[in-house]
């Protein structure tokens, strides 16, 4: 996340969208994020939009975020209810930030307050992030009982070693630990994420956290290879010569190690970087993300897409918690999007997905690209001559890349 925030036009301090937002968002379904902006500390590797007690001071708590979330959760009834608008929310996802940290009291209340306000699908998908060293049985019961029907855990690694290059305080026994136990409290689906490419991770090392993730009976798995983001302790290390970045062919290799794993377990890839076990353990929201769904970000820093407008909050916890006590909207700023920066979005997003995009999307200069890609091997040949540009296996380890090239 970038520490400033883009410019864009200001917000409306009712929080109200364009006329155009409304006509445009009817009968689309709606997602809600809501960002959870707590830590206990901070990973090394991380530059979201997460505060420590000690950052933080007295200026916000995360009694002041519940009340101006409860708050935001009322202007975006209201703004949405304005157009017309009662769709009921067909997926909810609470990430952060550490969200576990909070304990249920106030992820069960937000829950709530968003199932009052808006109403929830009957098959809404709830997700919820957490992190192993604060997530325990009685916390899983807490929110299955609320409702929550997804667990997206932060494991990173099975390596003590990688994991404390990555500052994580947790075991990776404690996150598979954290498995049975949502498994026990009846989640329908459980997310693990992983790192690869940290600094002084070999092969068998990734191997190793694929074989645990796969053992662990989780129906998704996330893997991302470890980006060095500028102003963090790890770009200082990086830097200084201290922690060696493994070079791109490591990393290709890496990627091919979680295809050959996740595929060989039956999870196949949907997304670039996410595998599930079926249809139903895809993640909903994400795929509302990537496919230009509608949205509403609740919280610091959030981002909302609804209706073709695209807006940000206030980042910092103090800033956010003031706007909604003084009855503002929290929005930073907005921006119309136009039809051409719709394209490029759509292919630079849904050309990551396994199903492509249509060639009836891409200008004859995309579209003699993507011929160029076929013939190298990176898209597939078959489902273009159809009209879809698909990603090959190693057009995968490229894909931003060529779907940069396929916006020309
Ligand atoms: C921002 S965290 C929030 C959830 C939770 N706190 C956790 O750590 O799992 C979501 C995911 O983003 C990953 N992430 C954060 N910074 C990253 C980076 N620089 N490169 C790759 N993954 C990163 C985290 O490791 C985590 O799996
Ligand atoms: S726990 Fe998650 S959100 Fe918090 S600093 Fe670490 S990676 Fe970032």
Redesign the pocket.
């Known amino acids: 996340m970038p520490s400033t925030l883009p410019d864009g036009d200001p917000v409306p301090a009712d929080g109200s969208l364009p006329a155009q937002a409304y006509a445009r968002m009817a009968d689309r379904s709606l997602s809600v994020y809501l960002h959870v902006p707590f ?1 206990a500390t901070r ?1 090394g ?4 939009n997460t505060y420590t007690a000690g950052e933080l001071g007295s200026a916000a708590s995360p009694q002041s975020w519940l009340d101006a979330a409860l708050a935001e959760i009322d202007l975006a009834a209201k703004v949405l209810g304005a157009g017309g608008q009662h769709r009921p929310v067909s997926t909810v996802f609470v ?4 969200p576990s940290l909070l304990g249920a009291g106030p992820l069960v209340r937000l829950l709530a307050a968003i199932r009052e306000r808006f109403g929830l699908a009957e098959d809404a998908e709830i997700t919820t ?1 957490a ?1 192993p060293e604060s997530t325990d049985p009685e916390l899983l019961g807490q929110l299955r009982d609320a409702g929550y029907t997804r667990l997206s ?2 494991m ?1 690694s099975t390596s003590s070693r990688v994991l404390q290059t990555l500052d994580r305080r947790h075991t990776a026994g404690r996150a598979l630990q954290v498995v049975d136990w949502a498994r026990a409290a009846g989640f329908e689906h459980v997310n693990l ?1 992983l ?1 690869y490419g940290t600094p002084g991770e070999s092969d068998a090392d990734f191997s190793e956290s694929l074989r645990a993730a796969v053992a662990s009976g989780v129906d998704h798995v996330s893997a ?6 500028p102003g963090t302790r790890l770009a200082r290390q990086v830097r200084t010569g201290l922690l060696p970045m493994p070079d791109d062919d490591v990393l290709a290799d890496r990627y091919l190690l979680a295809d050959a794993a996740l595929s060989a377990a039956g999870m196949n890839w949907y997304e670039v970087s996410n595998w599930a076990a079926n249809d139903a353990a895809r993640c909903r929201h994400n795929l509302a993300y990537w496919t230009g769904g509608d949205w509403w970000g609740l919280g610091p820093g959030a981002h909302s897409h609804v209706g073709g407008v695209r807006w940000w909050n206030v980042k910092h916890p103090a800033a956010y918690a003031a706007a909604l006590a003084g009855r503002s909207s929290p929005g930073h700023a907005r921006e119309l999007l136009g039809r051409q920066s719709r394209r490029m979005e759509q292919i630079l997003l849904e050309l990551r997905l396994a199903d492509g995009i249509g060639t009836d999307l891409l200008t004859a200069a995309g579209r003699a690209a993507a011929a160029d890609f076929a013939a190298d091997g990176l898209l597939d040949e078959a489902w273009l001559a159809k009209g879809r540009a698909v990603l090959t296996l190693s057009g995968r380890l490229l894909a931003d890349g060529i779907a940069l090239r396929l916006t020309d």
């Open positions: 830590c990973c590797y991380c530059d979201f990430g952060g930030g550490t992030e992190n855990l932060g990173q994420d790192i991302y290879s470890l980006i060095v983001e």
